[in-house]
C-alpha cells in the first residue's frame, strides 16, 4: 500500500453498518473489567482474544466472556460504546450503526433493559459533541439462545423506544440455527416499526439462509451473505432490489477455509460486485480482528483489487443502506462525493492501484 493510497483511505467519509459492540473492546479496558472482577480469565487467555493468526478461532469467546463475568453496571456499557465511536471517528467514520447483544447483558449481566440502553444512548450523545460522530445501536438477538428469547428481547426494545435505537439484527453462530426460527420475533419487530438485517450466509452456510432472511424475514440489508453467489439467479435478484450487503474483509471463516495463496482470489467478496450486489465494507469485530475502518477499506483495494471507482460506489452504497432519512441521504452523498473527489485529486494513486 503506498503511503498516497493510505492517507487518502484514511481521509474519506465513511459510515459503518456492522460492528459489534463487544468486538470494539480496548485491550487495556478488557484488562481493567477483568481485573475489577477479581481476574476470572487469565493474561494468558485475554492477549488470546487478541491474537490474530492465519487462520483466526476462538473469536467469540470475548463476547461471551464480557457478558457471563466482567460487563456489570450500565457505565461499563458506556466506556465501551464511548470508546468505540472515539476509535471509529478517528478514521473518519461519521455515522456508526452499531449491535448490541441485550439478552447477554439482562440475563447474564444483570442489567435491566431500559438501565443499559440509557447508558449506551448517553455515550452515542456524548461520543457526538466531543468528537462529531453519529451514532446509533442496532439491538441484536442472540441466535445461540432461543425463539422465545428473541421476541422478548424485542418487546424491551418496542417498550423503551427512542430515537437513537434504530433497529434489529441477528448474530452469532449461524450454524444450525436457520433465520425462520425467528420470524415471531422479526415480525414483531416490523410491526413496531423497527428497521431489521440479519447475518445470514457467514460461517459457509448455504445460500438459502440468506434468502429466507430476504424473503421470509424481510430483511432491509444483509449482513455477510457470501454464500448468496453460489445461487447466480438469487444474487441478481437482490441486485435488483438494491439490497445492500455489510460485507467483512476481515470474515475468519475464509481466512481458515481457504488456502492462503488462493484466499484473496476465491473470496466470495471479489466476485459480489459482478453479480450487480451492491456491497459495502465494515469492521465486524475491529479490535478481535485486528482491523480499523481504514484497513478495512484497504483491503478492498489490496487484496480483492477494487479501484478507486468502486470504492467510491462503495461509499454510496453505504449511504444508501444506512438507515437514516432521506434528506440526510441526500445531503451527504452530495458533499461526500465531493470530499472523495477533491480527496482523490489530492492523493495522486498509482493506476495499478
Given at each position: 500500500?503506498?503511503?498516497?493510497?493510505?492517507?487518502?483511505?484514511?481521509?474519506?467519509?465513511?459510515?459503518?453498518?456492522?460492528?459489534?459492540?463487544?468486538?470494539?473492546?480496548?485491550?487495556?479496558?478488557?484488562?481493567?473489567?477483568?481485573?475489577r472482577a477479581?481476574?476470572?480469565?487469565?493474561?494468558?487467555?485475554?492477549?488470546?482474544?487478541?491474537?490474530?493468526?492465519?487462520?483466526?478461532?476462538?473469536?467469540?469467546?470475548?463476547?461471551?466472556?464480557?457478558?457471563?463475568?466482567?460487563?456489570?453496571?450500565?457505565?461499563?456499557?458506556?466506556?465501551?460504546?464511548?470508546?468505540?465511536?472515539?476509535?471509529?471517528?478517528?478514521?473518519?467514520?461519521?455515522?456508526?450503526?452499531?449491535?448490541?447483544?441485550?439478552?447477554?447483558?439482562?440475563?447474564?449481566?444483570?442489567?435491566?433493559?431500559?438501565?443499559?440502553?440509557?447508558?449506551?444512548?448517553?455515550?452515542?450523545h456524548d461520543?457526538?459533541?466531543?468528537?462529531?460522530?453519529?451514532?446509533?445501536?442496532?439491538?441484536?438477538?442472540?441466535?445461540?439462545?432461543?425463539?422465545?428469547?428473541?421476541?422478548?428481547?424485542?418487546?424491551?426494545?418496542?417498550?423503551?423506544?427512542?430515537?437513537?435505537?434504530?433497529?434489529?439484527?441477528?448474530?452469532?453462530?449461524?450454524?444450525?440455527?436457520?433465520?425462520?426460527?425467528?420470524?415471531?420475533?422479526?415480525?414483531?419487530?416490523?410491526?413496531?416499526?423497527?428497521?431489521?438485517?440479519?447475518h445470514a450466509?457467514?460461517?459457509?452456510?448455504?445460500?438459502?439462509?440468506?434468502?429466507?432472511?430476504?424473503?421470509?424475514?424481510?430483511?432491509?440489508?444483509?449482513?455477510?451473505?457470501?454464500?448468496?453467489?453460489?445461487?447466480?439467479?438469487?444474487?441478481?435478484?437482490?441486485?435488483?432490489?438494491?439490497?445492500?450487503?455489510?460485507?467483512?474483509?476481515?470474515?475468519?471463516?475464509?481466512?481458515?477455509?481457504?488456502?492462503?495463496?488462493?484466499?484473496?482470489?476465491?473470496?466470495?467478496?471479489?466476485?459480489?460486485?459482478?453479480?450487480?450486489?451492491?456491497?459495502?465494507?465494515?469492521?465486524?469485530?475491529?479490535?478481535?480482528?485486528?482491523?480499523?475502518?481504514?484497513?478495512?477499506?484497504?483491503?478492498?483495494?489490496?487484496?480483492?483489487?477494487?479501484?478507486?471507482?468502486?470504492?467510491?460506489?462503495?461509499?454510496?452504497?453505504?449511504?444508501?443502506?444506512?438507515?437514516?432519512?432521506?434528506?440526510?441521504?441526500?445531503?451527504?452523498?452530495?458533499?461526500?462525493?465531493?470530499?472523495?473527489?477533491?480527496?482523490?485529486?489530492?492523493?495522486?494513486?498509482?493506476?495499478?492501484?
Open positions: 500500500m503506498s503511503p498516497a493510497l493510505d492517507a487518502f483511505l484514511h481521509a474519506i467519509p465513511k459510515v459503518e453498518l456492522h460492528c459489534h459492540l463487544f468486538g470494539t473492546v480496548r485491550h487495556e479496558s478488557f484488562e481493567a473489567l477483568n481485573r477479581g481476574s476470572p480469565l487469565a493474561s494468558e487467555e485475554i492477549d488470546g482474544f487478541y491474537t490474530r493468526g492465519e487462520k483466526p478461532v476462538g473469536v467469540l469467546r470475548v463476547l461471551r466472556a464480557l457478558d457471563a463475568h466482567l460487563v456489570r453496571v450500565p457505565d461499563d456499557l458506556h466506556r465501551l460504546a464511548f470508546e468505540y465511536l472515539e476509535d471509529a471517528a478517528a478514521h473518519n467514520v461519521r455515522y456508526a450503526e452499531f449491535f448490541w447483544n441485550p439478552t447477554g447483558t439482562v440475563r447474564d449481566s444483570g442489567i435491566a433493559y431500559r438501565s443499559a440502553q440509557q447508558a449506551i444512548v448517553r455515550a452515542i461520543a457526538q459533541d466531543e468528537f462529531g460522530i453519529t451514532g446509533r445501536l442496532i439491538a441484536a438477538i442472540d441466535r445461540e439462545a432461543s425463539p422465545d428469547a428473541a421476541v422478548e428481547m424485542v418487546g424491551w426494545v418496542t417498550a423503551n423506544r427512542c430515537d437513537e435505537v434504530i433497529g434489529i439484527g441477528i448474530d452469532y453462530r449461524e450454524v444450525d440455527r436457520p433465520p425462520e426460527l425467528f420470524l415471531q420475533a422479526y415480525r414483531n419487530a416490523r410491526r413496531a416499526g423497527l428497521k431489521t438485517t440479519a450466509g457467514e460461517f459457509g452456510m448455504p445460500w438459502t439462509n440468506v434468502h429466507t432472511a430476504v424473503e421470509l424475514l424481510q430483511v432491509d440489508r444483509i449482513d455477510h451473505g457470501y454464500t448468496v453467489v453460489d445461487r447466480p439467479a438469487f444474487a441478481r435478484e437482490c441486485a435488483e432490489r438494491g439490497i445492500v450487503f455489510t460485507v467483512v474483509p476481515t470474515n475468519s471463516y475464509y481466512l481458515r477455509t481457504l488456502p492462503p495463496e488462493r484466499w484473496a482470489l476465491d473470496h466470495p467478496i471479489r466476485r459480489m460486485p459482478g453479480l450487480g450486489l451492491r456491497i459495502h465494507p465494515n469492521t465486524d469485530d475491529p479490535t478481535l480482528h485486528k482491523v480499523t475502518p481504514t484497513q478495512a477499506w484497504a483491503m478492498m483495494v489490496r487484496d480483492f483489487g477494487f479501484g478507486l471507482d468502486e470504492l467510491r460506489g462503495f461509499m454510496h452504497n453505504g449511504l444508501d443502506g444506512a438507515w437514516i432519512d432521506d434528506s440526510t441521504r441526500r445531503r451527504w452523498r452530495g458533499e461526500w462525493s465531493a470530499e472523495f473527489d477533491a480527496l482523490r485529486a489530492q492523493h495522486p494513486i498509482p493506476t495499478h492501484e
